[in-house]
C-alpha cells in the first residue's frame, strides 16, 4: 500500500510540474531590429538634395549595395528618369522585372545603367527593379552632375 502512495505522490509532482506554465514574454524586440538591419536602404546626394531607396532582397540590388560608395555622374534620360552607371554590371539572378510605378529604382540590362523614376513608365524588356524611394521622391528629377550614392545604416 506504501508503494502505491509512494507512486501516486511522484505521479502527482510530475503532473504539477508539468502543468505550470511559464509566464507570457513580450515580443523579442531584438528580432524586430534584425530583421530591419537586414533591410537595404541607399542614399542619393546632390547639393542640398536627398533622395532615399529602399531596396529589394533580388540579387541586383545586393550586387549594386557592395558597390557603395561611388561618386559619378547623373544624366536625364527620356522625359521621366534620370540615370547613372555603376562600375560593374549586376547580378539578374531572382531579380523580378519592373511594372512602372513612379519613385521606381531599376537596372537596365541592356545598358548597364540604374534609372530613378520620377513619373511612370513602361515595361521594358531587360528593365529589373531594385527597389522603391521612401524619401525625397521630389527632388529625384532636380538631381544634376555629379552624385553621391551611399549605404543608409538603420
Known sequence: MKIYRVI??????????????????????????????NV??????????????????????KSLYDQLPLETAVNDYAHNEKIFYPPNSLDLNDTPMAAGDQGTLAYFSLWGDVVM??????????????GHVIEGEEWISELTGMISINKVES
Open 8 to 37: 501516486l505522490i511522484i505521479l502527482f509532482a510530475l503532473m504539477m510540474t508539468g502543468c505550470q506554465s511559464k509566464p507570457m514574454q513580450e515580443p523579442d524586440a531584438l528580432n524586430f531590429t534584425e530583421v530591419e538591419k
Open 40 to 61: 537595404m536602404k541607399i542614399e542619393v546626394l546632390c547639393e542640398d538634395k536627398r533622395v532615399v531607396f529602399q531596396l529589394n532582397t533580388s540579387s541586383a540590388s
Open 117 to 130: 523614376y520620377f513619373d511612370s513608365f513602361d515595361v521594358y524588356t531587360g528593365l529589373y527593379e531594385l
